[in-house]
């Protein structure tokens, strides 16, 4: 009959506890992070009934790692999405766009050089001219505002980071305090459960702010790791911080290190480990790409911005303006000086765009650096992939002063001039980095106030009047494209007005083999074109006295044609455009710039200024339309997980209500053999 109450007491205590169970599974259904709990009971071997009791939690540790690794893929798709696509919609948008700006342009000035003299057509030129300008700026402030929001939320999710780091860190140490306890029933026991989802869940939330792998200890206590670079980031002793570092030599860029900490508050390591971007995941690596592809953006606008301000600058400095005089750059374009990481800013390094290599200008940064006692030449990519530059891309000279010149003119369009010699920086061993086209759409300037200072006449005119020639021929202009003192033309610094220099090919005549003897104003032959250009990009075609291109270096900085049959002592005129303000060559040739490729492109390639909007809008919304798609397969592939993840450890409400009634059944059947042997003990007792 004891056999009966022992047997009938710990039924009835089993029970309870599978109830108990079963009642808090049903209750956490809508906990977040909570994990199923299974009771398993154990047979006694030493007296009737049932033996002890075991809660667990039922889950798939391998399904959970690559549920963490899924939360990692979405959060990084969704932040690299998020920066970028603010950018994308401005940079699309036609209130805002530079393509239709650059349009409605060139079609004022296409109607304006239709009437040279009218200055109510030039003033609607001029105002387009100030629409331009005032995009790019428009459009690179707000890049430069997404960038510090991106970086914002950047420093929000390293603050996540360290906090979660910790706290897991700490529940290690707790859960292990608390594992003696484990496998025994009652309080203590569940708490420990409690703290193990716990833990899974802050786990959860760090792997949606960067990759990560788990590894489950011999102790219980879990160790995480970051995905990319296998850096730990905590275990059940240390845990690591992470710091949010602005580039010495990039203010708008930052880059995150990693130190560790000791949660028993002995000394730390003081090491810091620099992250590389790519090894981040997560949507810190999400939030660090899409800045990378913004502030190419940007440089892409800038270059943009630099070609078109050159562009124009050069073919109106070629022109004379409706007053008469040289034309002058239409935009001013700054000059910068390079970041340093000398401390004491005493070596400096001022850049310097090359007029006329507008189309040579990239959209990379350029690291100079002595660190190692040599100079060396860096080109920076979108994502700080520095690849050194061959001594053929740059020239190394001196100034008058002895200063160490870089000129990277034919290169990236620009000039580096340092305030030391080549020794003392080398010497100094300090990095310096120029950002020609960062900020360069922000600061390039409208610089002409008047709508007469548009240089619509050309500095030069053809004449075939003044001479009895024997053929029909006629001489063009075809180009004018600079003045200069190494060009044919120069600006009289007095006047102000258009003249020749010595050697500027001012006639064409006819040599008796119909070649095309070129002469300067003192009537010396100064080069020759053969007789089968039949005219025709005359100077391109040219060889001066030595044998060399006539027009290497762009000399003479205006090209003819001569059209039609000539005949041996057959001569043309080149003159200074006297009173000709009503002429509108110069303008023409700035009007059909719509059509030039005058954009660096990928390699040597040119492409047109829409062409150049066009291909950067491509470029970002390249990237958005890719993070789009990715973050789509990302959260299906995390749905799918995560699916097969509840399939075990979530609570089926139908499944726990059957062993609800399952179990109350059994306490009901345990309690009548309490009942039963409480029965034949008063019977036995009553029949005495």
């Given at each position: 009959?004891?056999?009966?109450?022992?047997?009938?007491?710990?039924?009835?205590?089993?029970?309870?506890?599978?109830?108990?169970?079963?009642?808090?599974?049903?209750?956490?259904?809508?906990?977040?992070?909570?994990?199923?709990?299974?009771?398993?009971?154990?047979?006694?071997?030493?007296?009737?009934?049932?033996?002890?009791?075991?809660?667990?939690?039922?889950?798939?540790?391998?399904?959970?790692?690559?549920?963490?690794?899924?939360?990692?893929?979405?959060?990084?798709?969704?932040?690299?999405?998020?920066?970028?696509?603010?950018?994308?919609?401005?940079?699309?948008?036609?209130?805002?766009?530079?393509?239709?700006?650059?349009?409605?342009y060139f079609n004022a000035l296409s109607s304006s050089v239709q009437n040279p003299t009218?200055?109510?057509?030039?003033?609607?030129?001029?105002?387009?001219?100030?629409?331009?300008?005032?995009?790019?700026?428009?459009?690179?402030?707000?890049?430069?505002?997404?960038?510090?929001?991106?970086?914002?939320?950047?420093?929000?999710?390293?603050?996540?980071?360290?906090?979660?780091?910790?706290?897991?860190?700490?529940?290690?140490?707790?859960?292990?305090?608390?594992?003696?306890?484990?496998?025994?029933?009652?309080?203590?026991?569940?708490?420990?459960?409690?703290?193990q989802d716990k833990r899974d869940l802050l786990i959860k939330q760090l792997s949606e702010q960067v990759?990560?792998?788990?590894?489950?200890?011999?102790?219980?206590?879990?160790?995480?790791?970051?995905?990319?670079?296998?850096?730990?980031?905590?275990?059940?002793?240390?845990?690591?911080?992470?710091?949010?570092?602005?580039?010495?030599?990039?203010?708008?860029?930052?880059?995150?290190?990693?130190?560790?900490?000791?949660?028993?508050?002995?000394?730390?390591?003081?090491?810091?480990?620099?992250?590389?971007?790519?090894?981040?995941?997560?949507?810190?690596?999400?939030?660090?790409?899409?800045?990378?592809?913004?502030?190419?953006?940007?440089?892409?606008?800038?270059?943009?911005?630099?070609?078109?301000?050159?562009?124009?600058?050069?073919?109106?400095r070629a022109g004379f303006t409706l007053e008469g005089i040289a034309g002058d750059n239409i935009f001013s374009v700054k000059d910068l000086y390079a970041a340093t990481d000398d401390p004491t800013n005493s070596q400096s390094c001022l850049m310097n765009f090359v007029e006329g290599k507008g189309s040579n200008v990239t959209a990379n940064d350029y690291k100079i650096s002595f660190e190692g006692g040599q100079l060396r030449v860096f080109e920076r990519d979108a994502y700080g992939k520095e690849t050194e530059l061959k001594a053929t891309d740059y020239v190394v000279k001196n100034d008058a002063q002895g200063n160490l010149v870089i000129d990277m003119s034919d290169y990236a369009g620009i000039n580096l001039s340092f305030n030391s010699s080549r020794t003392d920086l080398e010497n100094g061993k300090h990095n310096f980095l120029v950002q020609p086209t960062l900020n360069a759409a922000y600061t390039t300037e409208v610089n002409i106030s008047k709508p007469e200072d548009l240089a619509y006449a050309s500095a030069v005119r053809t004449s075939t009047t003044k001479n009895n020639n024997l053929g029909n021929a006629v001489i063009s202009l075809a180009s004018m494209s600079a003045v200069g003192p190494n060009m044919g033309v120069s600006v009289d610094p007095v006047t102000n007005m258009p003249v020749f220099n010595q050697?500027?090919?001012?006639?064409?005549?006819?040599?008796?083999?119909?070649?095309?003897?070129?002469?300067?104003k003192a009537g010396d032959v100064i080069g020759t074109a053969p007789a089968s250009c039949k005219g025709q990009g005359l100077f391109s075609q040219a060889v001066d006295l030595n044998g060399n291109a006539f027009n290497a270096n762009g000399f003479p900085g205006y090209e003819i044609n001569i059209t039609g049959t000539v005949q041996p002592g057959d001569s043309f005129e080149i003159e200074i455009n006297t009173n000709g303000i009503g002429d509108n060559t110069n303008g023409n040739i700035m009007s059909a710039m719509k059509d030039v490729k005058l954009v660096g492109s990928t390699g040597t390639e040119k492409i047109t200024f829409n062409e150049g909007y066009a291909s950067l809008t491509t470029?970002?919304?390249?990237?958005?339309?890719?993070?789009?798609?990715?973050?789509?397969?990302?959260?299906?592939k995390r749905e799918q997980?995560?699916?097969?993840?509840?399939?075990?450890?979530?609570?089926?409400?139908?499944?726990?209500?059957?062993?609800?009634?399952?179990?109350?059944?059994?306490?009901?059947?345990?309690?009548?053999?309490?009942?039963?042997?409480?029965?034949?003990?008063?019977?036995?007792i009553s029949a005495f």
């Open positions: 009959m004891l056999d009966l109450i022992q047997i009938g007491k710990f039924g009835v205590l089993n029970a309870q506890k599978l109830i108990s169970t079963t009642s808090n599974n049903i209750n956490n259904v809508n906990t977040e992070g909570y994990t199923r709990k299974q009771t398993l009971t154990y047979t006694s071997s030493i007296d009737w009934g049932v033996g002890n009791t075991d809660t667990r939690r039922i889950y798939s540790q391998y399904v959970q790692r690559e549920l963490y690794a899924d939360n990692g893929n979405k959060s990084y798709y969704e932040a690299a999405k998020s920066g970028m696509s603010a950018v994308d919609s401005m940079l699309s948008d036609d209130e805002m766009s530079v393509s239709t700006a650059f349009t409605k009218s200055t109510s057509a030039r003033e609607e030129v001029l105002a387009d001219l100030k629409v331009i300008q005032n995009r790019f700026t428009t459009l690179n402030g707000e890049i430069q505002r997404q960038i510090a929001d991106v970086n914002g939320k950047i420093n929000d999710s390293v603050s996540s980071v360290n906090s979660l780091t910790r706290s897991i860190c700490e529940l290690n140490r707790q859960i292990l305090a608390s594992s003696a306890d484990e496998g025994q029933a009652g309080e203590r026991n569940e708490i420990y459960l409690q703290m990759g990560i792998n788990t590894v489950t200890q011999s102790n219980g206590s879990i160790s995480v790791y970051m995905s990319g670079n296998g850096q730990l980031l905590c275990n059940d002793s240390t845990y690591a911080t992470i710091t949010g570092n602005e580039d010495q030599l990039d203010s708008t860029r930052q880059y995150l290190t990693l130190k560790f900490n000791n949660f028993a508050g002995s000394v730390n390591d003081a090491t810091q480990v620099r992250l590389n971007d790519a090894d981040i995941g997560g949507a810190i690596g999400g939030y660090l790409a899409s800045c990378s592809e913004i502030r190419q953006t940007m440089r892409d606008l800038g270059r943009l911005s630099i070609s078109f301000a050159d562009a124009l600058n050069q073919q109106n050697n500027a090919p001012v006639k064409v005549i006819i040599a008796d083999d119909g070649s095309y003897n070129i002469l300067n470029r970002l919304g390249s990237a958005v339309y890719s993070a789009e798609t990715n973050l789509a397969a990302a959260e299906s997980t995560q699916e097969l993840y509840d399939s075990e450890a979530g609570v089926n409400l139908d499944e726990e209500a059957a062993d609800l009634i399952k179990y109350q059944q059994t306490y009901q059947a345990c309690a009548k053999i309490i009942t039963a042997s409480q029965t034949i003990f008063d019977s036995l």
